[in-house]
């Protein structure tokens, strides 16, 4: 079963930027649809980003305009600019055509 590995976290200030990828180990998900989501403590999961096998991408209204999800044959990334207290979370990248999520990468936002 492929797995997903996720890379890219860490402690940025209010106002920065940060990327994050996802990387397929033992297979491929070039030809499914991939998502990014975030949970923060005592919070519900939340979507945040679709891309498609084509490259077409979605976003929550919380991120609009702010992140911009992209993959390549490889990887799915998320780049996050204009980083606010409130997308502190941990991310995690998910093959939603075979329900695999990876591990999760902690995203602090604090001065």
């Known amino acids: 079963q492929v797995q997903l590995v996720e890379s890219g976290g860490g402690l940025v200030q209010p106002g920065g930027s940060l990327r994050l990828s996802c990387a397929a180990s033992g297979g491929s998900f070039s030809d499914h649809i991939m998502t990014w989501h975030r949970q923060a403590p005592g919070q519900a999961r939340e979507w945040v980003a679709t891309v498609a096998p084509g490259g077409a991408t979605f976003y929550s209204d919380s991120v609009k305009g702010r992140f911009t999800a992209s993959r390549d044959d490889e990887s799915v990334y998320l780049q996050m600019n204009s980083l606010n207290e409130d997308d502190t979370a941990v991310y995690y990248c998910?093959?939603?055509?075979?329900?695999?999520w990876g591990q999760g990468t902690q995203v602090t936002v604090s001065s």
């Open positions: 998910q093959d939603f055509d075979s329900t695999t």
